[in-house]
């Protein structure tokens, strides 16, 4: 099983081995549902490049974890996917694959077509769609979860540098290479 713990400062400093890291409701509610027992062995993440495992310990009703090893693992390439922001409920799930295929960085482009859909991503919704990629985080066992921004205007985020590659999906286009090298790349994805 793998648990979410709040974000410690850097370096490991708030990761001593031995030391035990009160867990937040969320994951004492996930740990009842799962009908955890105390001593179980965890896989501990926080989605900031943690990485480590250890224990649970119950102590009354509070849960926590005792800590018997945590590294800092070391930011993955950049992989930026903007994609216009249409339903919210599908971009929920390409948020989710997303953090699956290691995207580090995904942009909500608001584009005159998503500006229709009337169940599209808005700004309200953005805390919900950060657990979502935290909670996929957390599913995948993956070290650090994607930053989701603020949406942005398609002429505006077309305006903003590049850093390394740019791709647009395109029926018409060439196929994207099997492969990432470590530079980063920016994948652009229009409207349905």
Do not use: N, Y
């Amino acid at each position: 099983m793998r648990v979410l713990v709040p974000r410690a400062g850097r370096p490991l400093g708030g990761w001593e081995v031995g030391k035990r890291v009160r867990l937040d409701e969320d994951e004492v509610r996930h740990l009842q549902v799962r009908r955890a027992k105390d001593r179980e062995e965890v896989v501990v993440l926080d989605g900031a490049g943690l990485l480590g495992s250890g224990q649970l310990v119950q102590v009354g009703r509070e849960w926590m974890v005792e800590i018997s090893a945590a590294e800092i693992r070391q930011r993955p390439s950049a992989l930026a996917l903007a994609v216009a922001a249409g339903d919210r409920e599908r971009f929920s799930w390409m948020v989710e694959k997303s953090v699956e295929l290691g995207v580090t960085r995904i942009v909500p482009l608001e584009t005159d077509r998503a500006a229709s859909v009337a169940t599209r991503l808005k700004q309200a919704h953005l805390t919900r769609l950060r657990r979502s990629a935290l909670e996929a985080t957390k599913q995948c066992g993956v070290a650090w979860e994607p930053t989701i921004e603020e949406p942005v205007a398609l002429d505006d985020f077309s305006e903003q540098p590049l850093a390394g590659a740019g791709w647009l999906a395109d029926q018409q286009g060439a196929p994207a290479p099997a492969e990432l090298d470590l530079r980063p790349v920016t994948v652009v994805i229009g409207p349905e």
